[in-house]
């Protein structure tokens, strides 16, 4: 499943209708949680999806402001309360809260009734919402999902099933080496440079943050620099996802069939890191992010990924495996054995070769359980 996100621009009058909808949805979504969590506490029982679903004639009659919102638009709100349920018992994320009205509420629209695209206009109801197509739209779309992000930016979100294309298996593995100065370091010798857009975001943030702190709370001017500083807050989140798309993209179409990535602790490296500044990098940085980009970007081409441990890959010489003491600084390795080159370099070639190691032992394990499977 894949998601593309086309911008639309609907008008005063049409953003006020899609507030007016999705602060409907959020006490919808406020009302059923708070009878969940009072039927559960009274008597031990946990309503289910569909029971809260079969609510929604009743609460149509009740508030006729309700029809003015899709049917499957309600429906997806007992929906995503399910779902929020389950990541709870699954331990993924913390117990579900109560939703503000602040905070846009998506409507999600599963079929091509309430939502239609015409021409270069998305169609919602009676409303037809400015849109630009910057590329093609996709077919078998799932669900179509209108957002809101910082900045009153509005989103045309298409989920669609992709279909993957077989590759031929040339058994080449490129290993990626992940660090600060070049955000990726190749083993067959490329690397790109990081390009810290945070650095100018982050000291404009903080002036206008300076000038805010001195203004009342609440006040009007308070408020027109929260703006400013929401509207440099998303230009910094655009500019580094960009980037990062850039990059992964760039790699994605190489011609490997494999990748080696670290499998990296973002929080555990923060963790252990003294230095404030390198904390600051590492977090800017979203290494995290790139290996997620690389991931779903290289699976959608048919390509594997694997994830190596990274402990020791900079420190052991790719050529004899002999681990030297190095410190953070000495950007060079220099072993006995002669080798001596890049110290980022040195580590893609080991994430290179434990990347092949792990695929020549799941290749094993598969061939194994064929031969039991055959009874052989």
């Known amino acids: 499943m894949l998601t593309i996100k086309y911008r639309i621009y609907p008008t005063r009058k049409q953003q006020d209708l899609l507030w007016k909808h999705s602060n409907l949805l959020t006490r919808l979504y406020n009302q059923f949680l708070e009878q969940k969590i009072r039927m559960y506490k009274d008597r031990g029982i946990n309503i289910r999806r569909f029971e809260l679903q079969a609510q929604l004639p009743k609460i149509k009659e009740e508030n006729p402001e ?5 049917s499957q638009v309600l429906q997806q709100v007992p929906k995503r309360l399910n779902d929020t349920y389950n990541s709870f018992f699954n331990r993924s994320f913390g117990f579900p809260k109560f939703r503000s009205s602040r ?20 169609v919602l109801g009676k409303e037809r919402i400015k849109m630009v197509q910057h590329r093609s739209i996709p077919e078998n779309i799932k669900t179509r999902t209108v957002t809101r992000t910082t900045g009153n930016k509005w989103f ?14 040339n058994n080449k593995i490129l290993g990626i080496d992940l660090g600060l100065k070049n955000i990726v370091y190749c083993s067959d010798g490329h690397s790109i440079k990081n390009k810290n857009h945070t650095k100018y975001f982050d000291k404009q943030i903080a002036k206008i943050q300076s000038s ?35 990059v992964s993209h760039t790699l994605v179409h190489k011609d490997f069939d494999a990748f080696g990535l670290e499998k990296l602790e973002p929080k555990r490296m923060t963790e252990q890191t003294n230095w404030h500044g390198l904390n600051k990098s590492m977090r800017n940085s979203q290494l995290a992010l790139l290996t997620g980009f690389i991931r779903y970007k290289a699976e959608n081409e048919g390509k594997k990924v694997v994830f190596v441990n990274p402990k020791h890959t900079s420190k052991n010489c790719s050529a004899c495996g002999k681990k030297n003491e190095m410190e953070l600084w000495n950007r060079e390795i220099n072993c006995e054995c002669g080798n001596r080159m890049d ?3 040195n580590a893609s070639l080991n994430i290179m070769n434990l990347a092949r190691n792990e695929l020549c032992r799941q290749a094993y ?11 052989g």
């Open 212 to 246: 805010q702190s001195k203004c009342i709370k609440g006040s009007k001017l308070y408020r027109k620099h929260q703006k400013v500083i929401n509207r440099l807050y998303g230009q910094k989140t655009r500019k580094t996802k960009d980037f990062l798309h850039k």
């Open 66 to 70: 309700y029809a003015q919102i899709h």
């Open 365 to 375: 394990s598969e061939e194994i359980r064929e031969t039991h499977t055959r009874g």
């Open 156 to 169: 045309l979100c298409l989920s669609y099933e992709n279909q993957l294309v077989p590759q031929a298996n």
């Open 343 to 345: 110290r980022d370099y």
């Open 103 to 122: 905070f846009f509420f998506g409507l999600i629209y599963p079929q091509n009734t309430g939502c239609r695209i015409v021409g270069k206009k998305l």
